[in-house]
């Protein structure tokens, strides 16, 4: 079973699903309140007492991660779309929690922005804590896989200032530049490896790639990252995105109306809209 937060009512709700059909726990003292609670005790959840519900029309975030990272130039297409060469070790940059977007959520085109673009990605939510995690014991650490889109700034993030390079910051952390969702696979519920993450604009596929295409693996990410940084529960890790970006092809970048899906084989899909910022319209 998947798990998700949604609303039910005017509050939000742990809720499980399962080919397409929706359940919550049926007792409140014993069942968990949130994803992070389900995260820790997930070996219990099989015992614990569930009842179908009607599927939300509102969710909330599946995760709300204490930190989000994120790999760039980490499959091969999207390393030669951008005529980069490929890296000798993974280079992160982080995300911020102003930037998380739930499942149905609309993007916020920040004023003045010209080229607003997507990366599909696949999301690896960490289960436990640990540092100096060794590649071969890495998959110990991984709950669960979600879905996410990168959204970018170009005109922040590719601007640079020599010899400083990127901004990663403001080109990566506007507000909702993270949707993420609609759920938390669990990994013994995911099918495996490989898979593949296709990307939708206005229902045309501008992205469409398989994790084979990774230059470093999950395993690897993981391990990269725990040499300096202890992981926690509920962190998030990206794969990076395939080609197909339009920073770097003739496709469109994305505007205000614009409904984007990301699919993952295994998973699910992701779907978020793009709106003007009320901010930048005098509301």
């Known amino acids: 079973m998947n798990i998700l937060t949604a609303f039910a009512g005017d509050r939000e709700k742990l809720m499980l699903e399962k080919k397409g059909r929706f359940y919550a726990f049926v007792d409140r003292n014993e069942s968990p309140m949130n994803s992070m609670e389900a995260i820790l005790n997930w070996d219990r959840i099989g015992n614990m007492d569930i009842a179908e519900m009607k599927k939300p029309s509102q969710y909330s975030l599946p995760i709300k ?52 673009d997507y990366e ?28 996410v889109d990168d959204i970018s700034l170009r005109d922040y993030q590719n601007a640079g200032q020599p010899p400083y390079g990127k901004d990663w910051v403001l080109g990566k952390n506007a507000d909702t530049a993270l949707p993420m969702g609609p759920w938390i696979t669990p990994r013994d519920e995911f ?30 990410l993981i391990s990269r990252l725990s040499m300096v940084t202890t992981l926690a529960p509920g962190d998030l ?45 005098g509301a």
Do not use: W
């Not at 992160?92 to 920040?110: D, E, I, Q, R, T």
């Open 65 to 116: 991660p204490e930190k989000a990272f994120l790999p760039a130039v980490n499959f091969r297409s999207h390393s030669t779309e951008t005529s980069m060469p490929d890296l000798k070790e993974p280079y992160f940059f982080c995300k911020f929690s102003n930037a998380y977007l739930p499942h149905k959520g609309s993007v916020v085109y920040p004023r003045g922005v010209q080229r607003l």
């Open 191 to 220: 099918p495996g490896f490989p898979t593949t993450i296709e990307t939708k604009v206005n229902g045309v596929v501008v992205q469409h790639g398989s994790t084979e295409d990774m230059i470093f693996s999950i395993p690897k």
């Open 120 to 147: 599909g990605e696949m999301g690896i939510i960490i289960g436990k804590r640990g540092k100096y995690i060794e590649e071969s014991k890495a998959e110990e650490y991984v709950f669960g896989y979600t879905i």
């Open 237 to 281: 890790i990206t794969t990076g995105t395939p080609a197909g970006v339009a920073e770097y092809t003739t496709k469109k970048y994305l505007n205000p109306g614009d409904e984007v899906e990301i699919s993952i084989e295994g998973i699910g899909t992701l779907k978020h809209g793009v709106v003007e910022d009320p901010a930048g319209t």
